[in-house]
């Protein structure tokens, strides 16, 4: 009876390729060895695949093992990681995982539960019906969104700048959704657009959950497993596979 093949990682083939260099299996686990050693630093897989292929043709030319020519694998990935720093290269994956189009989707989700939070407070203090009004219909999409905008904007910003300039971009965003709130809620408290029961709250929350599919052309999520701050594989022989 076959065993089901599992799905290769983007490292698998230069793994693979140590191991036939010189038809020795202490090549790949030298490799793998590395392949750890990066991990443990939360080094992106890319540049991972970069350095491991970049050694290898030294293997093949000469017919010597890689722990011969580059000794232990442990000390050869610091002081490659070491290079990469000094002239600026990536070492970790800077895309953010809250992005710009996520916004209306996961805003439209929080808002959903905002309504019927909103819902439960209204029936504990205020009882069966509730006044509407556009600051009250809209309060949930706009607390909703202004928040994953602020989470956005911070990720986004801290790809780019020191951890500083990041928060002060995400709290200034958070900022200005607060003041728009308070205005929305102040101004137009005395413009009732009807009285109805509070449980109409739920029929907003049915609404704002309508809103939470994924816009028709936008990419599914990424199947990866996130190890740090890169997706990793699972180099065969360390459990990964």
């Known amino acids: 009876m076959s065993r089901t093949r599992r799905p290769e990682g983007p490292l698998t083939p230069v793994l693979r390729a140590y191991r036939e260099a010189r038809g020795r299996a202490e090549d790949q686990a030298w490799a793998e060895e590395v392949v750890l050693t990066l991990a443990r630093e939360e080094v992106w897989a890319r540049p991972v695949l970069e350095e491991l292929r970049d050694a290898l043709p030294l293997v093949r030319e000469t017919g010597e093992g890689p722990a011969e020519l ?19 290269l990536p070492t970790v994956d800077s895309t953010p995982d809250a992005r710009w189009r996520d916004v209306p989707v ?11 939070l909103m819902m439960l407070v209204w029936l504990l203090r205020e009882g069966w019906s509730v006044e509407l009004t556009w600051g009250l219909l809209l309060l949930p999409i706009l607390a909703g969104t202004g928040v994953v905008a602020a989470i956005a904007t911070w990720e986004w910003v801290l790809t780019r700048r020191p951890v500083g300039v990041a928060a002060a971009a995400g709290l200034g965003v958070a900022a200005t959704v607060v003041a728009g709130l308070t205005w ?11 009285t109805t029961s509070t449980f109409s709250l739920a029929l907003l929350a049915v609404g704002y959950a309508l809103c939470c599919r994924r816009p028709a052309g936008a990419p599914p999520p990424p199947r990866t497993t996130r190890r740090g701050a890169g997706s990793w594989p699972a180099p065969s022989g360390c459990g990964w596979t």
């Open 184 to 194: 929305l809620l102040l101004g137009t408290r005395d413009a009732v657009l009807a």
């Open 70 to 88: 580059y000794g232990p694998a442990p000390e050869w990935a610091a002081g490659r990681l070491a290079d990469r720093a000094e002239r600026g």
């Open 106 to 116: 996961v805003g439209s989700v929080a808002a959903c539960l905002v309504s019927l």
